[in-house]
Nanobody, 125 residues
Framework: QVQLVESGGGLVQPGGSLRLSCAASGRAFSIYNMGWFRQAPGKEREFVAAIIYGDGTTYYADSVKGRFTISSDNAKITVYLQMNSLKPEDTAVYYC??????????????????WGQGTQVTVSS
């Protein structure tokens, strides 16, 4: 059993920045693949970014590439999402997700066994 807790969401103006954090507890030793997803009103949950623990390999959705950076502190089993140049279309609830094994379908929500509660990010003037 793994628990994930997100933090760092809030209200920011377009062009601003936020950094989200996701801390894992419980059987966090089993975590290997971690990712961020988001869901806007009326939209399906979509992939944002992923990182492979013990590897450092990262993956990004085209919509955030060049603006968002996913990173991790492996000692703390914590993953971060640095979000720069935020746009109104980035507004969504952001979810941290994890799975104990590597999956090639990392862009799919079905690839992750554990999920956080989500943190709201609102980009508005």
């Amino acid at each position: 059993q793994v628990q994930l807790v997100e933090s760092g969401g809030g209200l920011v103006q377009p062009g601003g920045s936020l950094r989200l954090s996701c801390a894992a507890s419980g059987r966090a030793f089993s975590i290997y693949n971690m990712g961020w997803f988001r869901q806007a009103p009326g939209k399906e949950r979509e992939f944002v970014a992923a990182i492979i623990y013990g590897d450092g390999t990262t993956y990004y959705a085209d919509s955030v590439k060049g603006r968002f950076t996913i990173s991790s502190d492996n000692a703390k089993i914590t993953v971060y999402l640095q979000m720069n140049s935020l746009k109104p279309e980035d507004t969504a609830v952001y979810y941290c997700a994890a799975d104990p094994t590597w999956r090639r379908d990392y862009r799919s929500s079905n690839a992750y066994s554990f999920w956080g509660q989500g943190t709201q990010v609102t980009v508005s003037s």
